[in-house]
């Protein structure tokens, strides 16, 4: 299987077990479930999910093992992409091309959605923390870098400095760590907690640069990407005076720094004992991406 | 001890727990951290905290096992607030007499500190999960009764029917039963659900009730309450074409349903082992509160 068939069979695997707990959300009133499945069922491409199933074949632990932490970080990704578009937050009108949440349901509506995602996907964890205390430890650790000391701080940092035109690159690593990289390190942490814990700090280091990688190209796409392939705006950074890495180094020594970064996270991969082929090849096409 | 000295000792516990937990919380940036802080030291009565000490009174649970839960449940009500003030919600300037939190720290921050409120909680609960099956259940139920199938349910009810002038008796169950009361049953079945379980249905039934008298109070109180007590707007509902148990059945009639309420809540206190007087007279307060 190439990297493309093997990334739709994950993904595959993935979407149904995102639309079989769709299909049960039975919560009134109707337009809170509505809303819900909307931005769950947007698209996307299911990174988190992708990452957590391929790093749990590279490690041996099996997928029916990991797919209800797959399921709490996609709701968890998606009540912050919803939150994050919100009018007075990044102000967003298009996700993936289609109009945001809070541009179909209203934004009342929108953040309840955003709350019922975060809240559901804790009541998938708390039950996971019935198999044992590894099951604890992995909804502890996407817990913690889901929240305050992580991805929330990493908004929270964005939203304070947006626009302030201070480019300190401390701040700009934090926000990239704490927004974007924490929940891709949880997704890839996960199954080796779940797998007795034998490369934590790699996988830990592995995450962080991935992140790191993701919001680089992200940054570089901004400017050069197109809505069409993107499904949202491009040059908003630019326009809301926003941190980014091509403001803070230039565009050409982001590429570079994304090359490098691209090569830690394979080294970090080769250096784990099993095949590592997918991975690599998703670290290549992170960093490849058109969209 | 009469009630009030009791009250205070009840509150007092948990403001201790409560301003243990803000001095720890070392988040950045500032502003988050300061935020949620901020609503969380805001005032309030802490019901929900002195509910669930108390019953654990009545049932012999050591406050000890039941301060975390206290602590998320009261992180979770407070970022329900926090949301609901929101400009596209309730709208609210003031809570508890001083400037929302979205009038102080702006909406986005706003958004998420009841955010980073919401998912403290969580981390709160998963941590008491490694303390057996018991507290998992106790957590797993906080949460249901939190989320979507409970309060996150009520509240997007009340925001769907906010205006729309169909006042229906099923719907204003629902909100009230969902809005208000699922938070408050929690407080009362997480210490019967860490004693053993012995009387699950009775103070499922007697939260229900409770909430359903808060709420009917607060309905009476919008219409007969001033700011300088209740330390928020009245007659917003009226003014918002809100459901209102009032605009439904009539003052006289509302006052009436809360005696009776009162009287099914003291009746099953009655019926439980136990020293049940504080939670009479919490029912007696709830009745005759005047904010």
Known sequence: MDFNEKFTEYSGYFNKVLTEFCDNLTCKPQILA???RYSLLLGGKRLRPVLMLAV?????????????????LELIHTYSLVHDDLP???NDDFRRGKPSNHKVFGTGNAVLAGDGLLNTAYSVLIKECRNGAEYVSASEFICDYAGVYGMIGGQSADLLHEGDGNYSEETLNFIYENKTAKLLTAAVVVPD???GGKHFSQLKTFGSDLGYL???????LDVEGSFASLGKSTGKDEKAGKYTAVSLYGLEACKLRADVCAERCRTIVEGINGDGEFLINFVNYVRNRKN
């Open 56 to 72: 749990g074949d590279l490690l041996g632990v099996d997928r029916d093992k990991l797919k209800n932490f797959a399921l709490a």
């Open 34 to 36: 509505e809303s819900m």
């Open 193 to 195: 907690i779940i797998g």
């Open 214 to 220: 993701f919001q680089l190209t992200d940054d570089i």
């Open 88 to 90: 007075e937050m990044d």
